[in-house]
Protein backbone atom coordinates (compact mmCIF):
# COMPACT_ATOMS: atom_id res chain seq x y z
CA UNK A 1 0.00 0.00 0.00
CA UNK A 2 1.42 3.09 -0.81
CA UNK A 3 0.46 6.83 0.38
CA UNK A 4 -0.73 7.63 -2.73
CA UNK A 5 -3.76 5.27 -1.51
CA UNK A 6 -5.24 7.74 0.85
CA UNK A 7 -5.44 10.56 -1.41
CA UNK A 8 -8.60 10.21 -4.26
CA UNK A 9 -7.34 12.52 -7.83
CA UNK A 10 -10.67 14.48 -8.86
CA UNK A 11 -11.52 14.77 -12.22
CA UNK A 12 -11.49 18.19 -12.50
CA UNK A 13 -8.31 18.57 -15.05
CA UNK A 14 -6.59 20.50 -12.36
CA UNK A 15 -5.42 16.98 -10.34
CA UNK A 16 -6.62 18.17 -7.39
CA UNK A 17 -6.13 15.36 -4.54
CA UNK A 18 -8.41 14.82 -1.51
CA UNK A 19 -7.34 12.69 1.59
CA UNK A 20 -9.33 9.67 2.49
CA UNK A 21 -10.09 10.52 5.74
CA UNK A 22 -11.76 7.57 6.10
CA UNK A 23 -9.57 5.32 5.02
CA UNK A 24 -7.42 3.41 7.99
CA UNK A 25 -4.70 1.28 7.74
CA UNK A 26 -3.57 -1.77 10.08
CA UNK A 27 0.21 -2.37 9.85
CA UNK A 28 -0.40 -5.74 12.00
CA UNK A 29 -2.78 -7.46 9.20
CA UNK A 30 -1.22 -5.59 6.36
CA UNK A 31 -5.08 -4.16 5.64
CA UNK A 32 -7.10 -1.60 4.90
CA UNK A 33 -10.70 -1.05 6.18
CA UNK A 34 -12.94 1.94 5.89
CA UNK A 35 -13.62 3.91 9.39
CA UNK A 36 -16.80 4.86 8.85
CA UNK A 37 -18.66 1.88 7.44
CA UNK A 38 -17.04 -0.64 10.71
CA UNK A 39 -18.75 2.33 12.68
CA UNK A 40 -21.87 2.91 11.07
CA UNK A 41 -22.98 0.31 9.07
CA UNK A 42 -26.30 -1.19 8.19
CA UNK A 43 -27.38 -4.56 7.77
CA UNK A 44 -28.59 -3.90 4.11
CA UNK A 45 -25.92 -1.85 3.15
CA UNK A 46 -23.27 -2.63 0.44
CA UNK A 47 -20.61 -5.08 2.11
CA UNK A 48 -17.05 -4.69 0.56
CA UNK A 49 -12.94 -5.61 1.87
CA UNK A 50 -13.01 -2.21 3.36
CA UNK A 51 -15.98 -3.32 5.99
CA UNK A 52 -14.96 -6.96 6.82
CA UNK A 53 -12.57 -7.77 9.83
CA UNK A 54 -10.12 -8.82 7.40
CA UNK A 55 -9.86 -5.83 5.43
CA UNK A 56 -8.84 -4.77 1.92
CA UNK A 57 -5.38 -6.94 1.01
CA UNK A 58 -5.91 -7.22 -2.43
CA UNK A 59 -3.52 -4.01 -4.07
CA UNK A 60 -4.35 -5.15 -7.61
CA UNK A 61 -7.47 -4.37 -7.19
CA UNK A 62 -7.28 -0.88 -6.03
CA UNK A 63 -10.24 0.55 -8.01
CA UNK A 64 -12.33 -1.34 -5.65
CA UNK A 65 -11.45 0.94 -3.46
CA UNK A 66 -13.36 4.01 -6.05
CA UNK A 67 -16.54 1.78 -5.89
CA UNK A 68 -16.57 1.36 -2.75
CA UNK A 69 -16.24 5.64 -2.17
CA UNK A 70 -19.21 5.80 -4.75
CA UNK A 71 -21.10 3.52 -2.99
CA UNK A 72 -24.72 4.84 -1.41
CA UNK A 73 -24.25 2.55 1.97
CA UNK A 74 -20.35 4.33 2.36
CA UNK A 75 -21.86 7.85 1.71
CA UNK A 76 -24.35 7.33 4.52
CA UNK A 77 -22.09 5.67 6.44
CA UNK A 78 -19.63 9.01 5.80
CA UNK A 79 -22.39 11.28 6.28
CA UNK A 80 -23.47 9.77 9.91
CA UNK A 81 -19.74 9.88 10.31
CA UNK A 82 -19.12 14.20 9.82
CA UNK A 83 -22.76 14.31 11.77
CA UNK A 84 -21.73 12.97 14.78
CA UNK A 85 -18.45 14.16 14.36
CA UNK A 86 -19.74 18.07 13.92
CA UNK A 87 -22.32 17.25 16.97
CA UNK A 88 -19.19 15.92 19.60
CA UNK A 89 -17.51 19.27 18.44
CA UNK A 90 -20.53 21.65 19.51
CA UNK A 91 -21.55 19.61 22.31
CA UNK A 92 -25.10 19.46 21.03
CA UNK A 93 -25.07 15.51 20.85
CA UNK A 94 -27.86 14.07 23.00
CA UNK A 95 -25.41 12.70 25.57
CA UNK A 96 -23.57 15.90 26.24
CA UNK A 97 -27.02 16.97 27.56
CA UNK A 98 -27.30 13.46 29.74
CA UNK A 99 -23.64 13.87 30.62
CA UNK A 100 -24.46 16.88 31.57
CA UNK A 101 -27.26 16.08 34.00
CA UNK A 102 -25.87 13.29 35.23
CA UNK A 103 -22.24 15.76 36.18
CA UNK A 104 -25.05 18.25 37.62
CA UNK A 105 -26.93 15.58 39.89
CA UNK A 106 -23.24 14.06 41.15
CA UNK A 107 -21.94 17.23 41.96
CA UNK A 108 -25.15 17.88 43.70
CA UNK A 109 -24.81 14.60 45.60
CA UNK A 110 -21.05 15.05 46.21
CA UNK A 111 -21.91 18.67 48.25
CA UNK A 112 -24.83 16.22 50.16
CA UNK A 113 -22.26 14.26 51.29
CA UNK A 114 -19.66 16.17 52.24
CA UNK A 115 -21.79 18.25 54.66
CA UNK A 116 -23.15 14.96 56.08
CA UNK A 117 -19.65 13.61 56.49
CA UNK A 118 -18.39 16.97 57.92
CA UNK A 119 -21.25 17.20 60.43
CA UNK A 120 -20.44 13.59 61.38
CA UNK A 121 -16.75 14.63 61.79
CA UNK A 122 -17.29 17.48 63.98
CA UNK A 123 -19.61 15.14 65.93
CA UNK A 124 -16.85 12.65 66.80
CA UNK A 125 -13.99 14.92 67.04
CA UNK A 126 -16.27 16.53 69.82
CA UNK A 127 -17.11 13.23 71.42
CA UNK A 128 -20.98 13.51 70.59
CA UNK A 129 -23.53 11.30 69.96
CA UNK A 130 -25.10 11.24 66.75
CA UNK A 131 -28.61 10.10 68.07
CA UNK A 132 -31.23 11.23 69.83
CA UNK A 133 -34.11 9.90 71.64
CA UNK A 134 -35.99 9.62 68.63
CA UNK A 135 -34.70 9.14 64.70
CA UNK A 136 -37.02 11.39 62.89
CA UNK A 137 -36.75 14.99 62.05
CA UNK A 138 -40.15 15.98 64.08
CA UNK A 139 -40.36 18.85 66.07
CA UNK A 140 -41.88 17.86 68.64
CA UNK A 141 -40.60 14.30 69.37
CA UNK A 142 -38.38 16.32 71.72
CA UNK A 143 -34.42 15.49 71.49
CA UNK A 144 -33.76 14.64 67.89
CA UNK A 145 -30.39 14.15 68.51
CA UNK A 146 -27.31 15.98 67.71
CA UNK A 147 -26.41 14.92 64.06
CA UNK A 148 -30.26 15.95 62.82
CA UNK A 149 -29.91 19.14 64.84
CA UNK A 150 -26.63 19.99 63.60
CA UNK A 151 -28.06 19.03 59.83
CA UNK A 152 -30.94 21.52 60.68
CA UNK A 153 -28.95 24.13 61.52
CA UNK A 154 -26.60 23.59 58.48
CA UNK A 155 -29.77 23.91 56.51
CA UNK A 156 -30.55 27.06 57.79
CA UNK A 157 -27.78 28.72 55.88
CA UNK A 158 -27.53 26.22 53.03
CA UNK A 159 -30.10 25.98 50.50
CA UNK A 160 -28.42 22.44 49.10
CA UNK A 161 -29.14 20.77 52.22
CA UNK A 162 -32.39 22.73 52.98
CA UNK A 163 -33.94 21.15 50.06
CA UNK A 164 -32.66 17.49 51.14
CA UNK A 165 -33.82 18.12 53.71
CA UNK A 166 -37.16 19.36 53.24
CA UNK A 167 -37.22 16.36 50.45
CA UNK A 168 -36.59 13.37 53.26
CA UNK A 169 -38.34 14.63 55.64
CA UNK A 170 -42.06 13.92 54.80
CA UNK A 171 -41.19 10.30 53.19
CA UNK A 172 -41.96 7.64 56.15
CA UNK A 173 -38.68 5.52 56.67
CA UNK A 174 -36.40 7.55 54.92
CA UNK A 175 -34.01 9.51 57.11
CA UNK A 176 -31.50 12.18 56.49
CA UNK A 177 -28.94 10.24 54.81
CA UNK A 178 -31.70 8.46 52.50
CA UNK A 179 -30.89 8.87 48.41
CA UNK A 180 -27.00 9.27 49.28
Given at each position: MTQSWFYKRLGNGLGTKI??????YSPTKGAAYCFCCLLFARADGHNSALTSSQGFTKWKNIERMDAHENAPSHRACFADWKELERNLRTNSAIDIEVQSVYA?????WRYVLSRISHCIKFLATQNLPLRGHRENQCEDVGNIGNFLGLMKLVA???????DHMTRVSGKSGLDVLSGV
Open positions: LRTWLVTEKQKNFDPIIK
